[in-house]
């Protein structure tokens, strides 16, 4: 009887501990699956208007941030991952991105990163200018941890900061949306697995106790995923034929 129960306990374990692996591979990539889709819709329509860029902004600026509050403040190593992960993913959009833009380009006009002009920030025609962007910042963030490190203070604001951004995620494509009034161009499929991923994510940090920054910045994200999928309501019935 005790070695049966032994092996049932074996079992179980065994099992949690496939689970609990499974739970951190999703959370590490799942981050990056939403954006599967928009990738693919760009690429076949060879058209990113209905994307905002400036989601890659939020996410690189958040990512980046996260990394060095994990130097400050070790939290899971999965959470690390999935930073590094994102960012791969964000500049593969931008690459794209990029790439469409330069080919449907018709002008000559160009904007680079070295023309220092505000009103042209984050809409450079090079990829290479997004990458000098992020290194620069990341640059930056590195001499300030290493001056600061020793701040419980500082590190604290630094994974506030990072969850902060992060939980603006949804909210440049929420004002594009709005501004065009239209969520064409936009991949409904990566908005359900934003919300899908933002809710199984904030059940992850709750579970395992993560800093409360990180379930807060989800309860953010999800508020705005949905207002997100309203707008998809609102708009494909501002698109109907209207009966006169």
């Not at 290194?135 to 300030?144: N, P, Q």
């Amino acid at each position: 009887m005790d070695s049966e129960v032994v092996l049932q306990g074996e079992d179980m374990g065994g099992t949690w501990t496939l689970l609990s692996w499974l739970a951190s591979c999703l959370m590490v990539f799942g981050g990056a699956l939403p954006y599967v889709p928009q990738y693919q819709d760009i690429q076949r329509s060879n058209n990113c208007e209905g994307f905002s860029t400036r989601v890659c902004l939020v996410l690189l600026i958040a990512n980046i941030l996260r990394i060095f509050f994990w130097v400050g403040k070790q939290f899971e190593v999965t959470l690390l991952l999935q930073s590094v992960v994102m960012i791969v993913a964000m500049f593969a959009m931008l690459h794209l991105c990029c790439t469409v833009q330069s080919t449907n380009q018709m002008s000559t006009s160009q904007h680079r990163l070295a023309d220092l002009d505000l009103r042209s920030f984050w809409k450079w025609s090079a990829f290479e200018d997004y990458l000098l962007f992020c290194f620069g910042f990341t640059v930056l963030c590195a001499v300030v941890t290493f001056l600061l490190l020793d701040s419980a203070l500082f590190v604290e604001t630094l994974g506030s900061l990072a969850v902060m951004f992060e939980a603006m995620l949804g909210l440049p494509q929420l004002l594009q949306n709005l501004h065009n009034r239209s969520t064409k161009g936009m991949s409904v499929k990566m908005v359900l697995l934003w919300t899908a991923g933002d809710v199984f994510k904030t059940s992850y940090f709750v579970m395992n106790q993560s800093p409360a920054q990180f379930w807060v910045c989800g309860s953010v994200q999800i508020l705005i995923d949905v207002a997100i999928l309203l707008q998809v309501l609102l708009y494909s019935q501002d698109t109907r034929p209207k009966l006169c």
